[in-house]
């Protein structure tokens, strides 16, 4: 027997978090019971979401697939959006259920992952993983020495600690410069957090790296492409997964 939360991701139902929410919330049954955090399951267990029973084994054999779509700034990450706005969830193949690993605020650009391994997704997106995330970022201001030094030794944000594992020069001229950064998490707006806690604006951020996977030059913005079978690879071996 699993966690109920991690059979429903691995079935491709949604990431961990999502089904502890919804367990909290009451709208999750096993054998007809209400189920609390911590219970466990097994795939021959009858367990519905808001009523409707949904099949833990669907996708147990199926082999992982990962996508890769280039988002483009005001696509939304969400399922729904009570402005009608347009949703990244829309953009998808329609062949499998996508669990999205992360996700990007509205005015962020760039590359996104999605899987139909909602372990694998779980894992990669869990801070004990330590993957890599790569931005490019635009940035207003005139920036020295000594504010790359504090980024990459770190800030205390209100939400605690944070720091860029590398940042480099990537170009541009007058007030306007582009720089690569790196970060080992993925919290809320934490790359503009940490520029905006020194006085500078971040004009324009593009993510084009996750782990080893690197935003194609030639993906087009909302278009997206399936990832080859070594670089799938990739992501399952960087958190010690089978496909």
Same mark, same amino acid.
């Given at each position: 027997?699993?966690?109920?939360?991690?059979?429903?991701?691995?079935?491709?139902?949604?990431?961990?978090?999502?089904?502890? #929410?919804?367990?909290? $919330?009451?709208?999750?049954?096993?054998?007809?019971?209400?189920?609390?955090?911590?219970?466990?399951? $097994?795939?021959?267990?009858?367990?519905?979401?808001?009523?409707?029973?949904?099949?833990?084994?669907?996708?147990?054999?199926?082999?992982?697939? @990962?996508?890769?779509?280039?988002? $483009?700034?005001?696509?939304?990450?969400?399922?729904?959006?009570?402005? /009608? #706005?347009?949703? @990244?969830?829309?953009?998808?193949?329609?062949?499998?259920?996508?669990?999205?690993?992360?996700?990007?605020?509205?005015?962020?650009?760039?590359?996104?992952?999605?899987?139909?391994? /909602?372990?694998?997704?779980?894992?990669?997106?869990?801070?004990?993983?330590?993957?890599?995330?790569?931005?490019?970022?635009?940035? %207003?201001?005139?920036?020295?020495?000594?504010?790359?030094?504090?980024?990459?030794? /770190?800030?205390? %944000?209100?939400?605690?600690?944070?720091?860029?594992? #590398?940042?480099?020069?990537?170009?541009? $001229?007058?007030?306007?410069?582009?720089?690569?950064?790196?970060?080992?998490?993925?919290?809320?707006?934490?790359?503009? #957090?940490?520029?905006?806690?020194?006085?500078?604006?971040?004009?324009?951020?593009?993510?084009?790296?996750?782990?080893?996977?690197?935003?194609?030059?030639?993906?087009?913005?909302?278009?997206?492409?399936?990832?080859?079978?070594?670089?799938?690879?990739?992501?399952?071996?960087?958190?010690?997964?089978?496909?």
């Amino acid at each position: 027997m699993d966690r109920l939360q991690k059979l429903i991701a691995t079935a491709g139902y949604g990431s961990r978090r999502w089904a502890e #929410r919804l367990i909290e $919330q009451g709208r999750i049954e096993v054998n007809n019971k209400t189920a609390s955090i911590g219970d466990k399951a $097994q795939i021959t267990d009858t367990v519905k979401i808001d009523g409707r029973k949904i099949d833990l084994a669907r996708y147990q054999e199926e082999e992982t697939k @990962v996508i890769i779509l280039n988002k $483009q700034a005001g696509v939304i990450c969400s399922n729904k959006d009570e402005e /009608g #706005r347009k949703s @990244v969830f829309d953009l998808l193949p329609k062949e499998s259920r996508w669990v999205m690993v992360g996700r990007l605020d509205l005015n962020t650009s760039g590359l996104l992952l999605f899987t139909n391994n /909602g372990n694998l997704a779980n894992k990669l997106m869990h801070p004990s993983s330590e993957i890599d995330r790569e931005y490019a970022v635009r940035v %207003l201001g005139k920036v020295e020495q000594e504010d790359l030094r504090q980024l990459t030794d /770190g800030i205390e %944000l209100d939400d605690g600690f944070a720091k860029f594992s #590398r940042v480099s020069v990537g170009g541009g $001229q007058g007030a306007n410069r582009w720089y690569k950064v790196v970060l080992k998490e993925g919290r809320k707006r934490e790359v503009r #957090r940490l520029w905006e806690s020194l006085g500078f604006k971040v004009s324009r951020l593009i993510r084009i790296r996750f782990g080893e996977i690197r935003l194609p030059d030639n993906l087009r913005a909302n278009q997206v492409d399936t990832l080859k079978p070594g670089q799938v690879k990739l992501l399952l071996d960087a958190v010690n997964l089978k496909g």
